[in-house]
């Protein structure tokens, strides 16, 4: 049976500013405190899975057991069709140590260059762990298009090289609020409030 969160502290297993900035809006609303790991100086675990779902469950699990408290891990990234589904769990690292994102972006548009298959997705799995051991997970996707070049300065990562199915804005130009109406992420989190926040 699906467990509820109630109200009080929730660690957002994440260093990374773009995506607690993200998780933050959308907890606010059902009374959640937000503690991020990097606030709480929790040590980065090796993310040793092969799918964004064994990532999720190894952040939020060990989070929560760092903690003490219940944690929220996402993992998250960008699937290519005509790179067979890279860089997927692999999207942050194709950014290298320096996180630049821009030549990531570039190498993905180097890659597909005579390819006339440019669709992708962004996929996000979320996982909540307790500290008990106790888990849910939940998925959530967008397709789309990419585009060159990158257009845009909102958002983070490939935002701005990628072009939501029925939109022709990329992520990087939409606002905040227009982008977590359809994210993957607030699609993953919508399934999570359905089974877990609502009463």
Not at 93 to 122: C, H, Q, V, Y
Request: glycine fraction near 10%.
């Amino acid at each position: 049976m699906t467990r509820k969160l109630t109200q009080g502290p929730l660690v957002v297993a994440s260093h990374n500013a773009g995506k607690v900035r993200e998780i933050n809006a959308l907890i606010a609303p059902f009374g959640l405190e937000a503690k991020s790991a990097g606030e709480l100086n929790l040590p980065e675990p090796e993310e040793t899975g092969t799918t964004f779902q064994e990532n999720a469950l190894i952040k939020a699990r060990a989070a929560a057991e760092a903690s003490g408290l219940p944690a929220l891990a996402d993992d998250s990234g960008l699937t290519v069709s005509a790179l067979d589904g890279a860089p997927g769990v692999y999207s942050a690292r194709w950014a290298g140590p320096e996180k630049d994102f821009g030549k990531a972006m570039e190498k993905i548009n180097t890659l597909l260059t005579g390819s006339p298959d440019r669709s992708a997705a962004f996929l996000c799995v979320l996982a909540l762990a307790w500290p008990d051991g106790h888990v849910e997970t939940f998925e959530g996707r967008v397709d789309g298009l990419l585009i060159w070049p990158a257009r845009g300065e909102h958002g983070f990562g490939y935002d701005p090289i990628f072009q939501p199915e029925g939109h022709t804005a990329t992520f990087g130009e939409m606002a905040s609020d227009a982008k977590q109406a359809i994210s993957h992420r607030a699609r993953a989190f919508a399934k999570m409030v359905d089974a877990c926040l609502k009463p």
